[in-house]
C-alpha cells in the first residue's frame, strides 16, 4: 500500500518562501508514476499546482509557475514544494498525491497524504 | 483554462435515495472526467476515472457518465457513509477542478 505523509512549518511570514516535503513508503518513486502537490485553501475547493514525473521532468499550474519548485529526492524517496513570495492567499491544505496517469495521461490522483494546513500570517 | 461547473452547490436527500450530480465542462474535455469523494478532515478519494470507470474498490452503487461538455456522478442508492463533499476534475487540459457539490 502506498503511503504518502506531507511534513513542514504550519505557519510562513508573507513574502517568504513555503517550503514542503512529502515522504513516500511503499513505493520507489523512480520506479513510475507522476508525484503532485494539489492544495485546498480553508472551505474551497481543489487547486492543481504541479506535478513531477518520476525521471525528474515537471509541469506546473500557469497561474503558479513562476512561483513553484517542485523536486524529488531519489535517495530519501520523498518529494519536495517551495513556493514563493507566498500571501495570504496561499493559506491551505497542501496535499501530496500520486498521480496513476492512466494511458499515460496525468490527472488521475490514487494516493493521497492527509494534509499540512500551512497559514500565511505575519 | 477549462472551467467546471457542478450542480447542484448542495443536495439534501436521504439515505436509500438516489442521487444525481452534474459537472459541466466549459469546453469539450472528451470523456477526461475524473470525480473524487472528500469527507471532512480527509484527502479526496479517487471514484471514478475517464468518466465511467470504477476505480479500485469503489462500491458498484458509483457510477458515472457523460462526454464532450457534460458528465453526471449516479449513486443508486444512498449509504450513510456516502454524504461528503464530491468534486470533478478534468485531465484534458492540465488539471482544473469543479468547486464541488455537498450531498447531505
Known amino acids: 500500500q502506498v503511503h504518502l505523509q506531507e511534513s513542514g512549518p504550519g505557519l510562513v511570514k508573507p513574502s517568504e518562501t513555503l517550503s514542503l516535503t512529502c515522504g513516500v513508503s511503499?513505493?520507489?518513486?523512480?520506479?513510475?508514476?507522476?508525484w503532485a502537490w494539489i492544495r485546498q485553501p480553508p472551505g474551497k475547493g481543489l487547486e492543481f499546482i504541479g506535478s513531477?514525473?518520476?525521471?525528474?521532468?515537471?509541469y506546473y499550474n500557469p497561474s503558479l509557475t513562476s512561483r513553484v519548485t517542485i523536486s524529488v529526492d531519489m535517495s530519501k524517496n520523498h518529494l519536495s514544494l517551495r513556493l514563493s513570495s507566498v500571501t495570504a492567499a496561499d493559506t491551505a491544505v497542501y496535499y501530496c498525491?500520486?498521480?496513476?496517469?492512466?494511458?499515460?495521461?496525468?490527472?488521475?490522483?490514487?494516493?493521497w497524504g492527509r494534509g499540512i494546513l500551512v497559514t500565511v500570517s505575519s | 483554462e477549462i472551467v467546471l461547473t457542478q450542480s447542484p452547490a448542495t443536495l439534501s436527500l436521504s439515505p436509500g435515495e438516489g442521487a444525481t450530480l452534474s459537472c459541466r465542462a466549459s469546453q469539450s474535455v472528451g470523456n477526461y472526467v475524473v470525480w473524487y469523494q472528500q469527507k471532512p478532515g480527509q484527502p479526496p478519494r479517487l471514484l471514478i476515472y475517464d468518466a465511467s470507470n470504477r476505480a479500485a474498490g469503489i462500491p458498484a452503487r458509483f457510477s458515472g457518465s457523460g462526454s464532450g461538455t457534460d458528465f453526471t456522478l449516479t449513486i443508486s442508492s444512498l449509504e450513510p457513509e456516502d454524504f461528503a463533499v464530491y468534486y470533478c476534475q478534468q485531465r484534458s487540459h492540465w488539471q482544473t477542478f469543479g468547486q464541488g457539490t455537498k450531498l447531505e
Open positions: 511503499g513505493y520507489s518513486i523512480n520506479s513510475g508514476y507522476y
Open positions: 498525491a500520486r498521480d496513476a496517469a492512466i494511458f499515460n495521461r496525468p490527472g488521475t490522483f490514487d494516493f
Open positions: 513531477l514525473y518520476h525521471s525528474g521532468g515537471t
